[in-house]
């Protein structure tokens, strides 16, 4: 599937008077950075969260904020745990004065705070995983868009490449046309004179320094390996800004290689639209 490293996604859990809430927000990086700011009640999670965010993502700048609310301050009475007190100390306290009231409101756990009735870290981790979910989908959603974008650029790189394709053996045999008359002309300047073979080996020789097929090969290769990125499973995005870069470089060849306008021209327009292609993929996880 294709994925944007831009996206956005929240998420929220709450449980027993405590609420958690996260956003996240994704922009373009070279590899996977994460950047947390979190309350301190959320502080001593930070690394499991970071942990978690790292298995579900290979690439992006993401910045993670979050919220701890808690609904009300009261404690609860834990009815269960004064009833087993009461038990015992109706068993063990026999001759005593019953115990007051504040007395049994200090034993252990007979009074819980939100906290105690909801632990952060499983509020945490639904708040992230739904927050994680969303961002999933934005960035899917997002990369769907540059899949088309991005296929629509490699249309436009093979119409130019097939121009200077169908351009390449005319324009070769114009030029070495050219180079035929000129070496004639600077070998009569220069009261030169070269065998027939010699003279066609020397020609052949600076003609087939300027043909290009060579390049117009490897285009296709690269641009087949393109295609087929994005059928496959993972991060492309690498993959596909190192193959744009291998397209840049043939292209720039083509161009100063091209003694012929026409090639010339689908030169340019294959640079331009390869250009566009390489901005796009830099989007791609």
């Known amino acids: 599937m294709t994925r944007s490293m831009t996206g956005r996604g929240s998420g929220a859990a709450a449980s027993a008077g405590a609420e958690v809430r996260i956003e996240l927000t994704s922009v373009n ?15 001593p999670f930070q690394a499991a969260l970071e942990a ?19 609904a009300s301050s009261r404690a609860r009475l834990n009815r269960v745990r004064l009833a087993e007190y009461a038990k015992e100390l109706g068993t063990a306290g026999k001759g005593f004065p019953p115990p007051s009231w504040e007395a049994l409101l200090s034993l252990p756990g007979v009074l819980e705070s939100p906290r105690d009735a ?6 945490l981790e639904k708040a992230l995983e739904a927050a994680l979910k969303n961002l999933e989908k934005d960035r899917a959603r997002e990369g769907k868009a540059l899949e088309r974008i991005c296929g629509a650029l490699l249309d436009q790189a093979e119409e130019a490449a097939a121009k200077a394709e169908a351009r390449r053996l005319p324009a070769q045999e114009a030029y070495r046309g050219r180079l035929s008359e000129r070496l004639k002309t600077v070998l009569a300047r220069e009261g030169l004179k070269l065998e027939e073979p010699e003279f066609r080996r020397e020609l052949l020789l600076y003609a ?11 285009l296709k290769v690269h641009v087949a390996e393109a295609r087929r990125c994005f059928t496959a499973s993972g991060s492309i995005g690498r993959r596909l800004d190192f193959l744009t870069q291998e397209m840049l470089r043939e292209a720039n060849t083509l161009g100063s290689k091209s ?27």
């Open 118 to 123: 909801a632990p952060l870290e499983k509020l």
């Open 259 to 285: 003694a012929d306008a026409t090639l010339s021209l689908a030169a340019v327009d294959l640079k331009t639209a390869l250009d566009r292609l390489k901005e796009q993929v830099q989007n791609l996880e």
């Open 208 to 218: 087939e320094r300027a043909d290009v097929e060579e390049e117009l090969s490897r």
């Open 52 to 70: 978690r965010i790292r298995e579900r993502l290979e690439r992006g700048t993401l910045t993670v904020a979050a919220e701890f609310r808690r």
């Open 29 to 43: 990086g070279r590899g996977l950075s994460v950047k947390a700011r979190l309350p301190d009640a959320l502080a």
